[in-house]
């Protein structure tokens, strides 16, 4: 945690962790209580023998730290954490800050689905490299761009982050009955029209196709919901273009959080 004010908390992507969220995390502290956190089997968080519900694990932070509400500023698999808290909790929830957000059920493209086997693939195997490299290459350098058009660091922090949840998730890829990834609100991908908190939905230029789909969809389906695309980045914007990312959310949560 870091600074004072209302209350922010940062939910990681999931070929990331909370480290993603350097970029923002003294602009966001100079006005707001800001919390980061990993996720379990992410970062510092291993996987502990189980069930359990992100969604679950993230009220008990909110809660256990004495937050009465927060906003939640969230990026891609870290969105779907989020809504599902705000139609389980919405008694915590703020504001929603959805970047590259997905959703279950979401019918997705030959390519993605590729991508999906090739990592699954890699990990049955157990060459984690490859399976980084099929990340970084799909989600990082993002659609129609070389590898070199994207900055060098972000690339290798994202490998850094991504390598480390494969260490913790290896098990789960060989033998898929270990994960014990729960609901905490069963159906709720259904009831995202009753989420009543105001919403910003963001999605890269240069992400694929199905993540726009999806940024049209939240964008309907969200009753409070405005939409923006940020120029120059891929599936993670807030590491790409960190600046028009935090002007953006920052002036979002300003007119949008009470102190």
């Given amino acids: 945690m870091a600074g004072d004010g209302p209350a922010v908390a940062l939910i990681h992507a999931g070929i990331c962790d909370s480290r993603m969220w350097e970029p923002q995390w003294a602009g966001f502290a100079r006005d707001h209580r ?29 809660e256990e730290l004495g937050v009465e509400r927060a906003a939640l ?17 919405p008694d915590l929830v703020e504001a929603l800050v959805l970047a590259d957000t997905s959703l279950p059920g979401h019918d997705w493209s030959a390519p993605v689905r590729a991508v999906f ?46 390598r480390r949840a494969f260490e913790f998730q290896l098990p789960i890829y060989q033998d898929p009955k270990k994960d014990e990834e729960e609901e905490l609100e069963p159906g709720w991908a259904d009831r995202i029209g009753t989420i009543w908190a105001p919403a910003l939905v963001l999605v890269g230029e240069h992400d694929v196709a199905d993540f726009h789909q999806l940024a049209d969809r939240l964008a309907r389906e969200l009753p409070r919901a405005t939409a923006g695309t940020v120029a120059g980045a891929a599936h993670l914007p807030s590491m790409e273009r960190p600046a028009d990312f935090d002007q953006r959310v920052l002036a979002f949560l300003a007119e949008h959080q009470t102190r």
């Fill in 117 to 162: 086997a090739e990592e699954e693939a890699a990990m049955e195997r157990g060459d984690l490299d490859a399976a980084v490299e099929a990340i970084l290459r799909f989600w990082v350098d993002g659609h129609g761009r070389p590898p070199e058009a994207v900055d060098p660091e972000v690339r290798e922090r994202v490998r850094v982050m991504q």
């Fill in 73 to 89: 500023v969230a990026a891609s698999y870290g969105g779907q954490v989020a809504m599902e808290l705000a139609v389980a909790r």
């Fill in 34 to 62: 800001t919390i980061r956190l990993d996720l379990r089997g992410f970062g510092r968080s291993e996987l502990t023998p189980g069930p359990f519900a992100h969604a679950r694990d993230v009220a008990t932070l909110i």
